[in-house]
């Protein structure tokens, strides 16, 4: 029977593996610690992804590998060369397709909408990182070594979504708190639906088309800050949110190794940010999530 593996269980690894198995296709999902979904077509796996000899027996004869994993923020430098390493051999030794989730990192700070074909060119440490993945990636598929492709998403919003908006801004708006935020809270961003992103890298691993290229997960919405925590907040029948934009500097004081990442990628959120999805909805069949659905799972995922 033909399978899928998937590496990581956060949220967008677990609706990415729910999203295949709900197809009926069956699915290996592979963590540390064996963790997942409970789901008949889920197959639960206690495994290090950057353990090539070890994924490279688990995704053998695997229609595709796709790799939701990622270290803490804080470690990403040291923690993503061997991970990426370990699923890029996997792939070049099996042949399991392999598509990757990515970011818009690479890309550096941009005036305008991002599309797909834009150069690389980072300005920050992660980001730098990010860029180098997906070369090295993209130079195995040139030399014929694997099938690779990329798929790269904004800002998560869903539930459970883990993006430094989830974190901050989500929980005291529904808790009717004033919140502060390293944003032009006014200007227009992308996000991007969990489901949306789930929905993007099944669609890569089925589509011939889309190897040795990258794609943009359709966005949900384009609204500010500000406005998307208005939104959420009228649809939680919350009181009108204050939020307060704060420099990135001010969380590097406040001790949180992770928070303090976030001061290099400011560039992020200091302008508009555009996400351009066009190729991946007329090639790839995506199309994004309407944004009140998107905030209603939200209050629902906050209520249970």
């Given at each position: 029977m033909s399978f899928h593996v998937v590496t990581g269980a956060g949220p967008t690894g677990t609706a990415t593996a729910l999203l295949l198995a709900g197809s009926g296709e069956q699915v290996r999902l592979v963590t540390r610690r064996g963790t997942g979904p409970e789901h008949p077509g889920v197959e639960r796996i206690a495994a290090d992804a950057s353990d090539a000899d070890a994924l490279t027996a688990l995704a053998?004869?695997?229609?595709?590998?796709?790799?939701?994993?990622?270290?803490?923020?804080h470690r990403w430098l040291t923690g993503f060369p061997p991970l990426a390493a370990g699923l890029l051999t996997a792939a070049e030794r099996t042949g399991a397709g392999y598509v990757m989730l990515g970011n818009l990192y690479g890309y550096g700070p941009v005036d305008g909408p991002l599309t797909e074909d834009l150069p690389a060119a980072p300005t920050s440490r992660k980001g730098t990182l990010r860029a180098a993945l997906w070369a090295e990636a993209l130079a195995a598929h040139r030399a014929g070594r694997a099938r690779v492709t990329e798929v790269r998403a904004s800002d998560f919003l869903g539930r459970g979504a883990t993006s430094l908006f989830g974190f901050t801004v989500v929980p005291a708006v529904l808790a009717g708190e004033p919140v502060g935020y390293p944003a032009d809270l006014d200007a227009p961003h992308s996000w991007s639906h969990l489901g949306d992103v789930a929905a993007t890298l099944v669609a890569a691993a089925r589509n011939e088309a889309s190897w040795g290229r990258a794609w943009h997960v359709p966005s949900t919405s384009e609204a500010s800050?500000?406005?998307?925590?208005?939104?959420?907040?009228?649809?939680?029948?919350?009181?009108?949110?204050?939020?307060?934009?704060?420099?990135?500097?001010?969380?590097?004081?406040?001790?949180?190794?992770?928070?303090?990442?976030?001061?290099?990628?400011?560039?992020?959120?200091?302008?508009?940010?555009?996400?351009d999805s066009t190729r991946t909805e007329e090639v790839l069949g995506v199309a994004a999530t309407p944004f009140e659905e998107v905030l209603e799972e939200i209050v629902r995922g906050a209520r249970s």
């Open positions: 053998e004869g695997a229609l595709s590998l796709v790799n939701c994993a990622a270290p803490p923020y800050a500000r406005e998307v925590a208005r939104q959420l907040a009228a649809a939680a029948g919350a009181p009108e949110p204050v939020l307060t934009a704060v420099a990135p500097a001010e969380l590097v004081q406040l001790g949180d190794e992770i928070l303090a990442e976030v001061e290099e990628m400011a560039y992020l959120y200091d302008r508009p940010l555009r996400l």
